[in-house]
């Protein structure tokens, strides 16, 4: 064997496993299949026509509103609802303000009847203060008066009668005295009478003359 020539091994692509230069019975030279290429350029295609879709100008959007068909439509049908719809929404508007205002003048009431029955429960100290003012003027007017303007200015009056017509609605007639004939007058107020707001609080209790 001395002196005999061998040929070197045949070198072999470390990727296909085949001898350099050899091509795969498939007949491609390393690349995918040319299918895959075909599936990427249809994507790409579908991409780029829906990207145009979205380009189309406004007058392109109009023609393809203009080629729906409403003939199935019921325009006066839909007006009729519409006008139904609104009405009701009217309607819950109005009956929502007059709540409001409902809830607000009842609100008010509350406050000033709470207010009044404050006032109510005060009366007796102003009969006490008043008994007291006939013997302490002095010390005691100051005091009384004071209390009054401050209730005025909430809405508390002090009923002055003496010398008016006897009035029922704001006035008892616990005492009377003989006069010259006629209609009957308050000669003297025996206990204050007071209104709230314009509103009776108590009556007051008078002596008459006629």
């Not at 979205?54 to 839909?78: K, N, Q, T």
């Not at 204050?192 to 209790?205: E, Q």
Request: no cysteine; proline share 7%.
């Amino acid at each position: 064997m001395d002196g005999d020539m061998v040929d070197p091994p045949e070198k072999q692509d470390h990727d296909t496993g085949l001898p350099d230069g050899s091509v795969p019975s498939g007949g491609a030279t390393g690349d995918d299949d040319n299918g895959d290429d075909d599936i990427d350029i249809e994507r790409d295609s579908e991409v780029d026509d829906f990207t145009d879709s979205m380009r189309r100008p406004a007058d392109d959007f109009d023609a393809i509103v203009g080629e729906i068909d409403y003939s199935d439509v019921d325009v006066p049908a839909l007006l009729a609802e519409r006008e139904e719809f609104k009405g009701m929404a009217q309607r819950v508007q109005a009956d929502f303000d007059n709540f409001r205002k409902r809830a607000a003048a009842q609100s008010l009431a509350e406050a000033d009847r709470a207010a009044g029955r404050l006032a109510e429960a005060l009366l007796p100290v102003f009969d006490a203060a008043e008994a007291a003012f006939v013997r302490h003027p002095d010390e005691v007017g100051p005091l009384l008066n004071q209390m009054l303007v401050e209730l005025k200015k909430h809405g508390l009056e002090t009923l002055d009668l003496a010398d008016q017509p006897f009035d029922p609605e704001v006035a008892e007639a616990v005492a009377h005295e003989p006069g010259d004939g006629g209609e009957p007058i308050v000669s003297e107020v025996l206990r204050s009478g007071y209104t709230w707001k314009g509103k009776v609080l108590r009556p007051a209790m008078v002596r008459t003359r006629d």
